[in-house]
């Protein structure tokens, strides 16, 4: 089934008051400027842990489609190829006698490349760090056993149904725009690059310009001063960095279908949402969360439809929403959800909906942001797509500023049209139900008409 899902975790109160008191422990988070980088720090006290994340923004808008994948072979170069004075071996030898370890990886809208250790190793580890970051090898035995590994990987995920209905949804909603690329690259772009353009890449988004780093740990102001210092000396000012921020906003409800032969039928309908930073995205991330138990409840439990029926919201820098469902009677599918999401744009969510939810939300974000690594990752998120690390410490008072209006309205506003992408038995499916202008489901039962008469479309 769908591999990132919506798991909402209700614990009780307590824990939650609990949660949020044990994060204000803490020694208030700050920022500062170090060689023209920004420097967010969490201090923390009685934790040995020391978690340090260098974030190089602009993910897929960074190469175009052709080079797709080049950021990853790139962050995963920096730890598996060695570096000026290590290879492969002994720089992870060194690692493994010490309780540390150092990563890095890519997303749709920035790299982040991770150190964490217990405080006792950090003079270990920190040099090892600075040197996998300035001194990476690219050694090309090593970067064509990753090259490789990278492409049986995409290989093994060909009979994975998500994974092909995702390529097919970024091809069919976003053509031509950056969320068409898959980080991960394709089989045939992967193989296209060369340990030179991957290397000559690197230097080129490792630039302050696009850099800050986070650090959540027990370390003091001075000294992280003076560590910054060795890390960014060297390493080039570059041009002023932006982050694309775009709403996919489609005009018209649209299908394209694709025969396969799986199991049962896969569909996924992509809609609009808010940017990260706009005043409607708090009110709408609680509202698609919502609808997510009302689609659940609707199309598994009152239907029967499917065993795992998904709606959610990608907030990233270019937002979308989307409902997701695996079933054996699309055409009953989309009456189904047609008719939920014209009952909850004419009657609205209650307000013991919007409570819970809000009492939900909150415990499981507080929840996961339990270890340092989990809250430098949130600090990293917040900066690169609202511009604003500090909305971590306050979503507890931003969320429940949202009002049932704002909910609402919300709801209304962005889920409109849709992209609908099927994967499946297409004799199964009736594209011209998925079609309909939403103005034809403003009538007590004129939906279920619509669907089951359908001999009447054809």
């Not at 023209?36 to 009685?46: A, D, H, L, S, Y």
């Not at 409570?355 to 690594?373: H, R």
Request: proline share 4%.
């Amino acid at each position: 089934m769908k591999k990132v899902i919506f798991k909402y975790i209700l614990l009780s109160s307590i824990f939650l008051n609990w949660s949020i008191n044990s994060k204000a422990q803490a020694s208030k988070a700050y920022e500062m400027t170090v060689d023209g980088v920004k420097v967010i720090v969490q201090p923390v006290e009685n934790n040995d842990i020391i978690e340090i994340q260098t974030i190089l923004q602009g993910g897929v808008q960074n190469y175009p489609l052709s080079k797709q994948g080049i950021e990853s072979l790139a962050m995963t170069a920096l730890t598996e190829c060695g570096t000026a004075n290590y290879t492969k071996n002994q720089f992870k030898d060194q690692l493994d006698k010490v309780n540390g370890y150092i990563y890095a990886n890519t997303s749709m809208n920035y790299a982040t490349i991770r150190m964490n250790c217990i405080n006792s190793d950090f003079s270990k580890v920190w040099p090892l760090y600075v040197e996998a970051i300035k001194k990476p090898a690219f050694n090309p035995k090593e970067f064509a056993r990753i090259k490789q590994d990278a492409i049986n990987t995409l290989k093994s995920n060909e009979s994975d149904p998500d994974a092909s209905l995702e390529q097919m949804v970024r091809k069919t909603a976003f053509p031509g725009k950056d969320y068409e690329k898959n980080p991960n690259g394709t089989e045939k772009t992967l193989e296209s690059i060369s340990l030179t353009e991957t290397q000559n890449y690197y230097k080129s988004i490792l630039e302050k310009s696009r850099m800050f780093i986070v650090i959540v740990g027990d370390l003091n102001k001075a000294d992280i001063e003076t560590y910054i210092h060795t890390l960014l000396a060297g390493i080039p000012q570059g041009n002023p960095f932006h982050l694309n921020k775009n709403m996919y906003n489609p005009t018209k409800n649209t299908f394209t279908s694709q025969t396969k032969e799986n199991a049962t039928n896969y569909i996924e309908g992509i809609t609009s949402g808010p940017t990260p930073g706009s005043a409607d995205y708090n009110a709408f991330q609680l509202a698609m969360r919502i609808f997510y138990d009302k689609h659940f409840l609707e199309v598994r439990t009152n239907n029967g439809l499917s065993y795992a029926p998904m709606a959610y919201f990608n907030g990233g820098a270019t937002s979308s929403s989307a409902v997701y469902v695996t079933t054996t009677d699309p055409n009953k599918y989309i009456a189904v959800v047609r008719g939920l999401i014209q009952k909850v744009k004419k009657d609205g969510f209650s307000a013991d909906e919007l409570k819970n939810m809000k009492t939900t939300y909150l415990t499981t974000t507080y929840y996961k942001q339990e270890t340092n690594s989990a809250q430098a990752s949130s600090y990293a998120s917040n900066q690169v797509l609202h511009g604003d690390w500090k909305r971590s410490n306050t979503l507890n008072a931003d969320i429940n500023k949202v009002s049932l209006e704002d909910v609402d309205k919300a709801f209304n506003k962005y889920i409109n049209n849709m992209t609908w992408v099927y994967q499946g038995d297409t004799s199964k499916v009736n594209p011209k139900l998925y079609t309909l202008p939403n103005n034809l489901n403003t009538k007590k039962n004129n939906l279920k008409k619509a669907t089951f008469d359908s001999k009447k479309l054809d």
